[in-house]
């Protein structure tokens, strides 16, 4: 678990967005608060609960790249989902359960690719041992050819004979020769079926099950050796990883460092005295306050406790407040932060300084066709006037309003950039009034189009 200081925290997003102080703050406490709890006495730490967040703020202003960047700052299994997507249970839709079933899962994958990549060279060892198996002659035939040399001697010149063929098959030597391998035949579909269906909330993991009763099919195949070597290297990565390991570490790493973040949580709040919908999206704040108290979720892979789980709410609140939430689930998102909305200047430094920079991002992808892109102080300043004034006078969807100005200015040379003789190429005022005069002076494109 990570034990950076909040101000190292704050520091490390800082890399990545731009502004949104107390939002960052906030989240910094949450995260250290995290490393604090483990550092209590046991019988203490158990009752510290995690103080959950609700960001408020328009979309694009970095409500989802804050919960990201926190989550891999702190190596925490991270799983982001949309609050209206789910459903009161009772009605047809997704209850609210699945988002935990989900975050394990992504958490077991993660895991095991990790263990994989742990194992791969000894796997490819093990897998170089078995392909020189199938490459020479048993000891029994060679033994029968030579039987009127001596064991040792037999033994000797076949370890010579080995130490060869590995020499050439790391040389490339032997990859126009096939060996016959026994290969997997692909798994009965109704496994895959019973698998898709829901069934691990009754805590079932049908691929288990089935694995186990049905008999393992296999059948004899030629293949090449290169080929044959990349089958038996995934046969004993998959041998080598321990997976009631990964499992357990996973739900471990689930239940003491897992964040959900729940948008558009201002989507399920309902009006006063409401019926019909309204009473359905009642009933998901409803549903979802016991996982926000602490419950155990039953999974394929086993119970799952969400006592310190830490959910980030956002959303925009713009035909409602946080307030209007039922008042248990307020009472467990004790953290509420404004976060500030985008203009000019916060456009430019979006640009231009974190390490992902979109300027930087668009130079990147034209270098590889051998085109050099430069914009001028003026031109970013213009980009920027431009995302401020089509979010003002439409629909304020903040930084991602540049994403979509940017492929417009860019439109051509991106498509022309492979035939294009021009090697560098200076984006100036000029070029993106030019590019970008009907988009601004057409409030209707600038709506549909932008």
Do not use: C
């Amino acid at each position: 678990m990570s034990n950076l200081k909040p101000s190292e925290i704050v520091k490390e997003l800082d890399k990545y967005i731009i502004g949104q102080k107390n939002a960052k703050r906030s989240v910094a406490i949450a995260l250290r608060n995290r490393w604090r709890r483990q550092q209590t006495p046991k019988e203490l730490r158990d009752e510290i609960a995690p103080k959950n967040i609700i960001l408020i703020g328009p979309t694009g202003v970095g409500k989802t790249e804050i919960a990201r960047r926190l989550a891999k700052l702190a190596d925490s299994p991270f799983y982001k989902v949309e609050a209206s997507k789910f459903t009161e249970v009772g009605y047809v839709g997704r209850d609210v359960e699945s988002m935990v079933r989900d975050l394990v899962e992504l958490t077991v994958n993660m895991l095991k690719v990790r263990e994989q990549e742990g194992v791969k060279e000894k796997a490819k060892n093990n897998a170089e041992e078995r392909m020189l198996d199938l490459l020479l002659p048993s000891k029994k035939e060679s033994a029968s050819k030579e039987d009127e040399k001596e064991d040792g001697s037999v033994n000797h010149e076949t370890n010579a004979t080995r130490e060869k063929l590995r020499q050439m098959l790391r040389a490339g030597k032997l990859d126009n020769k096939y060996v016959d391998l026994d290969v997997s035949d692909r798994p009965m579909p109704v496994v895959e079926v019973f698998s898709n269906i829901g069934m691990e909330e009754l805590g079932i993991n049908f691929k288990d099950v089935f694995g186990s009763i049905l008999p393992k099919g296999t059948k004899k195949r030629k293949i090449q050796v290169p080929e044959a070597l990349e089958l038996l290297t995934q046969e004993e990565v998959q041998r080598l990883v321990e997976m009631e390991k990964v499992v357990k570490q996973a739900i471990e790493k689930v239940e003491e460092s897992g964040i959900i973040f729940l948008d558009e949580i201002d989507k399920i709040v309902g009006k006063d005295g409401g019926h019909g919908p309204d009473v359905s999206r009642e009933g998901v704040q409803r549903d979802l306050l016991p996982l926000v108290e602490g419950s155990t979720v039953t999974t394929k892979y086993g119970p799952v406790k969400t006592d310190h789980v830490l959910f980030i709410a956002a959303g925009a609140f713009h035909a409602s407040k946080p307030s209007d939430l039922i008042p248990e689930l307020q009472g467990r998102f004790p953290i509420r932060v404004e976060l500030e909305s985008l203009g000019q200047k916060e456009f430019i430094r979006i640009l231009t300084e974190p390490k992902n920079a979109l300027l930087l991002q668009y130079q990147a992808l034209l270098k590889t066709e051998g085109i050099d892109i430069i914009f001028d102080k003026t031109a970013i300043s213009e980009i920027s006037r431009i995302a401020e004034h089509v979010n003002n006078r439409t629909e304020n969807i903040g930084a991602r309003r540049l994403h979509t100005i940017m492929e417009r200015l860019l439109e051509d040379i991106l498509f022309d950039a492979p035939d294009l003789q021009e090697k560098e190429i200076k984006i100036n005022t000029k070029y993106v009034t030019d590019k970008l005069k009907d988009i601004v002076a057409d409030e209707d494109l600038s709506r549909y189009i932008l």
